[in-house]
Each structure stands twice: as structure tokens, then as C-alpha cells.
T-cell receptor, first 115, second 113 residues
Framework: DVKVTQSSRYLVKRTGEKVFLECVQD?????MFWYRQDPGLGLRLIYF???????EKGDIPEGYSVSREKKERFSLILESASTNQTSMYLC??????????????FGSGTQLSVL | AQTVTQSQPEMSVQEAETVTLSCTYD???????LFWYKQPPSRQMILVIR??????QNATENRFSVNFQKAAKSFSLKISDSQLGDAAMYFC??????????FGTGTSLTVIP
């Protein structure tokens, strides 16, 4: 089975801190994604990457950056954490296959609280 | 804009009964795929069922089936013989060309014993 691992299940940080959320997948997937999940808003795409060192902005990239130095690892960076970034963060990965049927594989999420 | 609407924030169903979760979407693309994901309390999102837009036949996976109405841009999920383990948040999503998925706001399903 594909495994997508997020380094922390719960994280508490202070306003202004630099925060790193790590995600690792073990199935050689080309595509990796970072979503933010908030009640009543569903999942919103922050950034995605379709190859090493490649990244694309999603719907809400402001205040975030990403890094993909190796194929299996996709990091989300909050340069200066703010209270409005308190949220559940979900990492996902998928293969790049012809057609669009390929599904997303998700990690278990990181609940980030910024105080 | 690509949007997915789940108009039922919460639903409940009696164990062993049938429940339908609604989903509508808006896209100008002709080629796309539709998905239902389940997020139980463990937070691990799991794919429930998927449907190719070009297929007229509705997808089924055991107790889960969809009612896909392409002209109406509707993609509802039917859960038959509901079980306690079906209790979760359900997200409707679709994918068009490119790698991006678009998700709805979710429906929280409670199963009553």
C-alpha cells in the first residue's frame, strides 16, 4: 500500500515562527500536494509539485512556500506563522498517468495551532 | 471558476438504511473525473468511488454507488445498508486536465445504531 507520512500529527507554534511541515511518500509518485482543511471550507489547495524542484501555486499560496528537493519529500513552509494559519494541513500524492483517473493518496494530516 | 457544492453540511442515517449525499459541480471542461472521498475520525482520507465523465454508466463499489447526471452536473453518492463504520466526513471532488483536484466543503455523516 502507498504510504504518505506527515511528520507531525499535532503542532503548536508561536506567531512569527518559521514552521516546516514535512511529507514523505514511498511510492515514487510524481505529483505531491499540500491542502489546507477548514470547517465549512473543505480542502483548499495551497501548492502542488509535479516533479523534483518544480512547484505550482494553488488557490491559496499567500503566506506559504514549498520545497521539493527529492522526489519522495514535499515540504510546506510557513515563513512567519500567523493565527489565521491555524488549520489542518493535508499532504497528498499521485502518479502522473495518461487520463485523469489516478486518485490521490493522503497523509493523516497535521493539526497546526498558531498562538 | 471551478466549484464543487455539497449543500448538506450534516446528514444522519439509521444503521442498515440507505442515504444519499448530494454534490453538484461547475466546469466548462468536457473531460473530467469525479470522486468521493471519505475522512473518518482518524483523518486519513480514503477514496470511496470514482467516475469518468465520459461514461454514462454509474459507478458502483459494493454498498456505494453514484447517480451521475452530466447535463445537470450532479454527482450524488448513495450508501446502502449503512454501517457504523460509514460514519465520516464525505468529500466530493473532481479533476480536470492538469493535476489539480477541486473539493467540496464536505458532508458529515452520522450513523445511528
Amino acid at each position: 500500500d502507498v504510504k504518505v507520512t506527515q511528520s507531525s500529527r499535532y503542532l503548536v507554534k508561536r506567531t512569527g515562527e518559521k514552521v516546516f511541515l514535512e511529507c514523505v511518500q514511498d511510492m515514487d509518485h510524481e505529483n505531491m500536494f499540500w491542502y489546507r482543511q477548514d470547517p465549512g471550507l473543505g480542502l483548499r489547495l495551497i501548492y502542488f509539485s509535479y516533479d523534483v524542484k518544480m512547484k505550482e501555486k494553488g488557490d491559496i499560496p499567500e503566506g506559504y512556500s514549498v520545497s521539493r528537493e527529492k522526489k519522495e519529500r514535499f515540504s510546506l513552509i510557513l515563513e512567519s506563522a500567523s493565527t489565521n494559519q491555524t488549520s489542518m494541513y493535508l499532504c497528498a500524492s499521485s502518479l502522473s498517468l495518461p487520463g485523469l483517473l489516478e486518485k490521490l493518496f493522503f497523509g493523516s494530516g497535521t493539526q497546526l495551532s498558531v498562538l | 471558476a471551478q466549484t464543487v457544492t455539497q449543500s448538506q453540511p450534516e446528514m444522519s442515517v439509521q444503521e442498515a438504511e440507505t442515504v444519499t449525499l448530494s454534490c453538484t459541480y461547475d466546469t466548462s471542461e468536457s473531460d473530467y473525473y469525479l470522486f468521493w472521498y471519505k475522512q473518518p475520525p482518524s483523518r486519513q482520507m480514503i477514496l470511496v468511488i470514482r467516475q469518468e465523465a465520459y461514461k454514462q454508466q454509474n459507478a458502483t463499489e459494493n454498498r456505494f454507488s453514484v447517480n451521475f447526471q452530466k447535463a445537470a452536473k450532479s454527482f450524488s453518492l448513495k450508501i446502502s445498508d449503512s454501517q457504523l463504520g460509514d460514519a465520516a466526513m464525505y468529500f466530493c471532488a473532481y479533476r480536470v486536465t492538469g493535476n489539480q483536484f477541486y473539493f467540496g466543503t464536505g458532508t458529515s455523516l452520522t450513523v445511528i445504531p
